[in-house]
Each structure stands twice: as C-alpha cells, then as structure tokens.
C-alpha cells in the first residue's frame, strides 16, 4: 500500500486566494482526519470524517475553510480567501478499525 | 478534560542514556495511548501503543509505562542513539466510545548528542 498521500507537498499563494489541499488515504480505512501543524500550537484536529460523514468540524478556525469527502478514496479541505495565518502544515491521516493513525507525509503551506 | 499534558518539551540526551517523556491526562474514558515519532518534513508515525489493561508494553528500545490510578503514561527510550532525534507525540482516544479522533500532546524535540 502506498499510504496515505497528499498534494501538493509544498504551496505557495498569495493572500486571498483559494487554496486547495488533496488527499487520498489508504483503501479500506473508514475514518479520515485533517491536522494543522504550527510550533505554537501543535497538532490540531480541524475535521474527521466516518465513512465519508463529517463527525466533527469543530476544530475548523472559520468559515474560510471547508473540507469534503466525496468518496471513500478522496477528501479535499479548501481554504477561501487564504491568509498568512493559515501558513502552516497541514496533514491528512486515515484510520481503519481500532488502532493507530496513518499520517500523509503533509502539505507546507505559505500565504504571502 | 480533553487535554494531554506532555513534559518535557525537548530533551537532549547522550548517546547510550535513556530518555524519558511524560504525559498526563483527564479523561477517564480514554482507553488507548499511542505514540508518535515524527522526523522533520515527515508526518508523525505510530510508534508504540498501550491500552490500559496493562501497566507496560516494551518493543525493542522503546517501553510505554502506563499508571491508570495517576493517569500518567511516559515512553522510556533505551540505549538513545542519535537516530532517535525526533519529535515524540504522546495521545489518546476513547476508541471504546467509537471516538476515533485522536488528542495529541503538544510534542517533545529529542536530540541525541554522539
């Protein structure tokens, strides 16, 4: 299996504009989590999903982001207009039954 | 009550010592404890976990010590090598509860000096 993956690995953007992170987990997994990385804060839990259902957004800092889950294979999290606050690295992680995540190896992302 | 209190926040050990991490929690419903190791531009790996059925869980260099009436756990790293520099995550999950959602300490830098 190749794990979970994201794209892009790196993202650059200017203030404003829309940005969109992919992520594909690893087949079979039901659950699947979007994670924000920064020094001061750690890991955050944005938004996960159960078999494709968001269960808890609550950890989603405004109304700029949003995430989806289509199908089992694919979630994307959109940020909309981006700000240099949201520069961080972000992660997709997907879990299948009881046990430990599996994290993608992330996306950095810069807003200038 | 959600909260997982990790300590210290880095560490710097000596080739062949040991390193302690600690971690506090509240949730008394919480019945799973990983942790992570996670190296720079990688994302955070499992590296051993515990459920509070037992008090210890040893996998090569690496053991979780669990105490449930404290609700504390710490990972012992044994023989330190300089490999090992990472950032270690310590959680917990009330996967009984058919919560998935991990809750992540804030993480502690290892430096392994040679």
């Known amino acids: 299996d190749a794990g979970v993956i994201q794209s892009p690995r790196h993202e650059v953007t200017e203030m404003g504009q829309e940005v969109t992170l992919r992520c594909k987990p690893i087949s079979g997994h039901d659950y699947l989590f979007w994670y924000r990385q920064t020094m001061m804060r750690g890991l955050e839990l944005l938004i996960y999903?159960?078999?494709?259902?968001?269960?808890?957004d609550s950890g989603m800092p405004e109304d700029r982001f949003s995430a989806k889950m289509p199908n089992a294979s694919f979630s994307t999290l959109k940020i909309q207009p981006s700000e240099p606050r949201d520069s961080a690295v972000y992660f997709c992680?997907?879990?299948?039954?009881?046990?430990?995540?599996?994290f993608g190896s992330g996306t950095r992302l810069t807003v200038v | 009550q959600q909260q997982v209190k990790q300590s210290p926040q880095s560490l710097i050990v000596q080739k062949g010592g040991i390193s302690i991490i600690n971690c506090a929690y509240e949730n008394t419903a919480f019945d799973y404890f990983p942790w992570y190791q996670q190296f720079p531009g990688k994302g955070p790996a499992l590296l051993i976990a515990?459920?509070?059925?037992?008090s210890e869980k040893k996998e090569g260099r690496f053991t979780i010590s669990f105490n449930k009436s404290a609700k504390q756990f710490s990972l012992h790293i044994m023989d330190s090598q300089p490999g090992d520099s990472a950032t270690y995550f310590c959680?917990?999950?009330?996967?009984?509860?058919?919560?998935?959602?991990?809750?992540f300490g804030k993480g502690t830098k290892l430096s392994v000096k040679p």
């Open positions: 959680a917990a999950s009330n996967e009984g509860g058919s919560q998935g959602n991990l809750i």
């Open positions: 992680a997907s879990k299948g039954g009881a046990g430990g995540y599996t």
């Open positions: 999903f159960n078999n494709n259902v968001p269960i808890d």
């Open positions: 515990i459920r509070p059925d037992v």
